[in-house]
């Protein structure tokens, strides 16, 4: 079985964010980046797959020539190989432009099943996975809280607000999974020090066959027109109580204000 995990490498959640005045789009560069952590679930689900069944696994990352060390560390927790595909044209990319690129990687390669994280913390769509199934004609199965294959197919819990549904499908497949699924672990020594040695290729849009016009912000169905940083923090309300009742009424009023109640 080959299983592929698509990453991706995404600004600290806990690091100030700025964006670029030049082209209206997040300045990558300006805090420290990090694995996107949905995809670690992802990731832990493949690294299973490989344990129980001898699957190979490939980590695929779409990104600048500096997003290597995120490939290291996807491939530190145990994974065979790595794949990136990194072009100056890729910035900017929406969702689908980021999805054509993904599929066209994907093109190239035998696999079985790719998991994805079923969105990223930077963006949050929850698009990518299901655009890159409808452009490879393949089953996708999202929001899975559960994974089993079998054989020629695979088995998803799939969560949504009712509950879940059990979903089957014929591989090859698409599969994104939340955060429930399981609980990631972390990197032994022994894979960070495997991972530097780990087989790793690269390619360009022009390797893939992808036309530059299809993808980056000129492709982008999205458009920011500004942006404005944010506003610093105002004092707070404080509310003194006296013993004489007063201050309960104040401070009904103000969540009355403030629509809390």
Not at 42 to 60: H, N, Y
Not at 71 to 81: H, T
Not at 123 to 144: D, G, I, M, Q, W
Request: charged share 25%; net charge negative.
């Amino acid at each position: 079985m080959k299983v592929i995990v698509p990453v991706k490498r995404v600004p600290d959640t806990a690091g100030e964010k700025k964006m670029d005045p030049n082209d209206r789009t997040l300045d990558r560069d300006a805090g420290e980046a990090v694995l996107c952590p949905v995809n670690e679930f992802a990731i832990e689900e493949a690294v299973r797959l490989k344990e129980q069944q001898g699957a190979e696994v490939t980590v695929l990352l779409v990104g600048p020539e500096n997003a290597q060390p995120i490939l290291r560390k996807a491939l530190s927790y145990g994974l065979d190989a790595a794949i990136q595909v990194t072009d100056d044209a890729i910035s900017g990319s929406d969702a689908l432009g980021t999805a054509r690129v993904i599929a066209k990687a994907l093109e190239g390669q035998e696999f079985d099943l790719v998991i994805f994280g079923n969105q990223s913390t930077d963006a949050r769509t929850c698009l990518v996975p299901a655009a890159v199934a409808e452009l490879l004609n393949l089953p996708s199965l999202t929001y899975a809280r559960h994974l089993e294959v079998d054989g020629d197919k695979v088995v998803v819990h799939r969560e949504h607000e009712e509950g879940w549904d059990v979903v089957e499908s014929s591989l090859p497949a698409i599969v994104s999974v939340v955060e429930a699924i399981n609980e990631p672990r972390y990197p032994s020594f022994k894979g960070i020090m495997a991972a530097k040695s780990k087989p790793l290729t690269v390619s360009s849009l022009a390797d893939l066959g992808v036309d530059p016009e299809q993808v980056g912000s000129n492709a982008a169905t999205a458009t920011m027109y500004e942006f404005a940083e944010r506003p610093p923090k105002e004092a707070g309300t404080v509310v003194e109580d006296d013993g004489s009742g007063a201050a309960a009424a104040a401070l009904a009023d103000w969540m009355a204000e403030k629509k809390f109640v």
